[in-house]
């Protein structure tokens, strides 16, 4: 039995994804007041929250507080996304578990096609070839294996890439008004290009880049950046003018 702790999108398309080939228990305090420690569990996935702090980065403590009902010897596959530090310290304070990480990419409105039909599942640290395993003989799904500190960043910057596509398109758009431009038309030709594509191209009514992931995702990558001595203008510019022009269309 697997124990999933978190029931947002990300936990929901996990168990729908192995619901039917595993048995599946949810630890959620939005469904009841049981723990981890509660359940007989082979194994648990974490997909918790962790919210943005006050200074950008990813506030862990769901992490760690389901990792402290854990037993050392019962395989964790960390599906929330974390930090290249915070990774650091759960190891530091957890040395005898066996904790994985996973990013997940997943879209809030489609997250369980989107969890069945990822061509492969990255995996990171602790006993991968536990996961490795399941999700073959489960979703049929392979794994890669890489590093989790380059799993954990490459999260940041694939969703950060993203969120900056958005902004250039939006950007494009502004040019296009001020020109009397049909931006469709200009875009459709920027999109021809296979290296673009048509993906967050379109600019909605809303303007910008939202939802669950970007937001916090470029901040927290900006955070951990800065932390280390490094500069992330390109981003912060992107976060910067996505700000202003969603609350533009706010007022």
């Known amino acids: 039995m697997i124990v999933i702790t978190?029931?947002?999108?990300?936990?929901?398309?996990?168990?729908?994804?192995?619901?039917?080939?595993?048995?599946?228990?949810?630890?959620?305090?939005?469904?009841s007041l049981k723990r981890v420690y509660d359940f007989d569990a082979e194994a648990v996935i974490i997909a918790v929250s962790t919210p943005e702090a006050?200074?950008?980065s990813c506030n862990m403590q769901n992490v760690f507080s389901v990792l402290a009902d854990v037993p050392k010897d019962v395989p964790v596959l960390i599906k929330s996304t974390i930090?290249?530090?915070?990774?650091?310290?759960l190891n530091a304070k957890y040395p005898d578990h066996k904790i994985t990480f996973s990013p997940e990419f997943l879209r809030a409105n489609t997250a369980i096609a989107d969890f069945q039909n990822q061509h492969c599942i990255f995996l990171g640290g602790g006993d991968h070839k536990y996961w490795e395993d399941l999700f073959l003989t489960t979703i049929k799904k392979p794994s890669?294996?890489?590093?989790?500190?380059?799993?954990?960043l490459a999260k940041l910057f694939r969703n950060s890439f993203l969120a900056t596509?958005?902004?250039?398109?939006?950007?494009?758009?502004?040019?296009?008004?001020?020109?009397?431009?049909?931006?469709?038309?200009?875009?459709?030709?920027i999109a021809d290009d296979q290296r673009i594509g048509n993906s967050h191209t379109e600019v909605t009514d809303e303007r910008g880049f939202g939802g669950h992931c970007f937001p916090k995702d470029t901040e927290a990558l900006v955070t951990t950046a800065l932390q280390h001595g490094c500069s992330m203008s390109l981003i912060k510019e992107a976060i910067r003018y996505n700000k202003k022009i969603r609350k533009s269309v706010d007022k």
């Open 54 to 56: 006050p200074d950008g």
């Open 6 to 31: 978190g029931y947002g999108f990300v936990g929901k398309a996990i168990e729908a994804a192995l619901k039917s080939h595993v048995n599946i228990d949810i630890v959620d305090p939005m469904i």
């Open 144 to 152: 890669k294996i890489v590093e989790p500190e380059s799993l954990i």
């Open 83 to 89: 930090s290249i530090d915070g990774w650091r310290e």
């Open 165 to 189: 596509k958005v902004v250039f398109f939006n950007q494009v758009n502004d040019l296009c008004d001020v020109l009397d431009i049909d931006y469709e038309q200009v875009r459709s030709v």
